[in-house]
């Protein structure tokens, strides 16, 4: 199992941007997927992004946020973003980070999570 830690979030205004880290433990970073999750108020948890343990595919779920977020990593420091941009008051949610054994995402399921960290998007 790796230890995750996300930081990053906060209040924003509508257009605005921000960028969320996630912090893993561990040495064996880059043989994991990892991936961000968001879940707004009353809402079921959802996919938002995921990458590759080598950081070279990547892959968003529909078009609410293609184009908008970008999720990258840094293997030496054992760290993965999420850059979001032109925020909606739509994409307030809490933000998860997952990790997952493997080389690409899938649809498979990630077996370590994050505390999570609040994002608002004020209109």
């Known amino acids: 199992q790796v230890q995750l830690v996300e930081s990053g979030g906060g209040l924003v205004q509508a257009g605005g941007s921000l960028r969320l880290s996630c912090a893993a433990s561990g040495r064996t970073f880059s043989s994991y997927v990892m991936g961000w999750f968001r879940q707004a108020p009353m809402k079921e948890r959802e996919f938002v992004a995921a990458i590759s343990g080598s950081g070279g595919s990547t892959r968003y779920t529909d078009s609410s946020v293609k184009g908008r977020f970008t999720i990258s990593r840094d293997n030496a420091k054992t760290t993965v973003y999420l850059q979001m941009t032109s925020l909606k008051p739509e994409d307030t949610a809490v933000y998860y980070c997952?990790?997952?054994?493997?080389?690409?995402?899938?649809?498979?399921?990630?077996?370590?999570w994050g505390q999570g960290t609040q994002v608002t998007v004020s209109s």
């Open positions: 997952a990790a997952t054994r493997g080389i690409y995402y899938y649809g498979q399921n990630f077996t370590s």
